[in-house]
């Protein structure tokens, strides 16, 4: 289901955004993760490392997971917990085996133009898991507070 408007989700200790799948909502990430009482007391630096590892997440859900498919949604949850914040994409893909990513630090990688999304999400987050199914992939990265 698609919707040209994001939609929030609050309960508990989580957030969820939910937006189209479009390279142009990525812009609406940072006011999101803004808007997050445990994100905003962070050191810019880490809030930092979370807004870029949430963009690579949500384009690599749109780009290759969805096609650019603006009939599909990407859903973004973020958790706050007491020493961490865990966030989770969701997309509606085949899925991905992470292992099978070529190391962008390969010097026969080190000229391509994309495929280091899942190095830095690796590379910024405290742990990061990647759960595929028949249904979809959902990342989940893990930042320290």
Do not use: W
Not at 30 to 39: A, L, N, R, T, Y
Not at 68 to 76: L, R, W
Not at 93 to 110: A, M, Y
Request: glycine share 4%; charged share 20%; hydrophobic share 35%.
């Amino acid at each position: 289901m698609s919707t040209a408007f994001s939609t929030y989700s609050h309960q508990n200790e989580k957030t969820t955004l939910i937006i189209p799948s479009d390279t142009k909502r990525i812009a609406e990430i940072e006011p999101f993760i803004s808007s997050i009482d445990c994100c905003t007391s962070l050191p810019q630096s880490n809030l930092f490392n979370i807004l870029i590892a949430l963009t690579e997440a949500v384009n690599n859900a749109i780009v290759h997971a969805h096609k650019s498919d603006h009939t599909k949604n990407v859903e973004i949850t973020i958790e706050c917990k007491t020493s961490s914040i865990v966030i989770s994409v969701k997309d509606y893909g085949t899925g991905f085996k992470p292992e099978d990513v070529p190391d962008p630090r390969d010097e026969s990688n080190l000229l391509r133009t994309h495929g280091r999304g899942v190095f830095l999400m690796r590379q910024l987050a405290s742990n990061v898991q990647f759960n595929s199914s028949s249904s979809g992939t959902t990342t989940v990265m893990h930042f320290n507070r």
